[in-house]
C-alpha cells in the first residue's frame, strides 16, 4: 500500500502542483486548504506524512504542529513544514516543535519528493512503538509500566511513567510544558491544569531515578529535553 500523505496548503496552484506530483508518483492524497479541520483529519484519517503550510487561515501551520505532536494518535506522523523563508524554517526547527523537516518556498518539485521520501522512508521503523527502551542504566519496559535504574526497579506513579516515556522517546527533541501536558495530562488537561505541575513531575522524577535522573535537562523559559546518549 503506498503512503497517504495529508496536504495542508491554502495556495490552490500550490495545493495542485503538489497533490498531481505525488499522486504522480503513486501516493494516495488529502488536501485541505485550511488549518482548522487538519488536526482532526489527522486524527481521522492517519496519513504517513503531513505536507503543512506555514501560513494558513483558520489555524496556522504552528498551532497545527503542536495539537498533532500533542495527541497521541497523531503524535508520531511526520510534518515537513512548507514555509517562505528559512529564517522561519530554522525558527521552527529551533521551537523543536516536531516538524521533521522543511521545504522552502518556492520549491521544485524534485526537491520535495526527495525530502518526502526521505522522510518516509526514516519514519517507517518508527511506525512500531518499541515496548523497551535502554539507555545508560535506565530501563524502561513499556507493556510492563516498569522503569530500573542499575537493575533496580524504580517505583513510580503513572504520570510519572508517563511524563518519562514522553521524555525517553522525544529522540532528543525539545518538549515544551505544554507538549508534555497534551502527552501525559492530555488534551483537555492542558487547558486547566497549570504548566507548573509539569515541573513539580519533573522534579520528583529527576529524584527518583537517582544516577539517570540528569538526562532530564531543562530549556530554560521552554521545557525539557532528554539527553539519549
Ligand atoms: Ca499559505
Redesign the pocket.
Known amino acids: 500500500m503506498e503512503a497517504k500523505i495529508l496536504v495542508v496548503?491554502?495556495?490552490k496552484d500550490i495545493a495542485r502542483m503538489i497533490d498531481y506530483n505525488l499522486k504522480k508518483e503513486g501516493y494516495r492524497t488529502i488536501l485541505l486548504h485550511d488549518g482548522s479541520y487538519a488536526a482532526m483529519t489527522a486524527g481521522k484519517e492517519r496519513p504517513d506524512l503531513i505536507l503543512l503550510?506555514?501560513?494558513?487561515p483558520g489555524l496556522d501551520g504552528l498551532d497545527v504542529c503542536r495539537r498533532l505532536k500533542a495527541d497521541a494518535k497523531t503524535s508520531r506522523i511526520p510534518i515537513i513544514m512548507l514555509t517562505a523563508k528559512s529564517e522561519e524554517s530554522d525558527k521552527i526547527l529551533g521551537l523543536g516543535l516536531g516538524a521533521d523537516d522543511y521545504v522552502t518556498k518556492p520549491f521544485s518539485v524534485k526537491e520535495l519528493l526527495a525530502r518526502v521520501q526521505a522522510v518516509l522512508r526514516r519514519a517507517r521503523p518508527a511506525t512500531v512503538p518499541a515496548d523497551k527502551f535502554k539507555v545508560g542504566t535506565l530501563e524502561l519496559d513499556i507493556s510492563k509500566v516498569e522503569a530500573r535504574v542499575k537493575g533496580t526497579a524504580v517505583e513510580l506513579t503513572s504520570k510519572e511513567f508517563e511524563l518519562l516515556k514522553a521524555l525517553a522517546f522525544s529522540d532528543g527533541r525539545v518538549l515544551s510544558r505544554e507538549d508534555l501536558l497534551g502527552k501525559v495530562w492530555g488534551m483537555d488537561a492542558a487547558l486547566e491544569v497549570e504548566t507548573r505541575t509539569v515541573d513539580v513531575h519533573v522534579g520528583t522524577l529527576r529524584k527518583k531515578l537517582k544516577s539517570e535522573g540528569k538526562r532530564i535537562i531543562t530549556v530554560k523559559n521552554y521545557g525539557y529535553r532528554f539527553e539519549g546518549q
Open positions: 496548503e491554502d495556495e503550510d506555514l501560513m494558513l
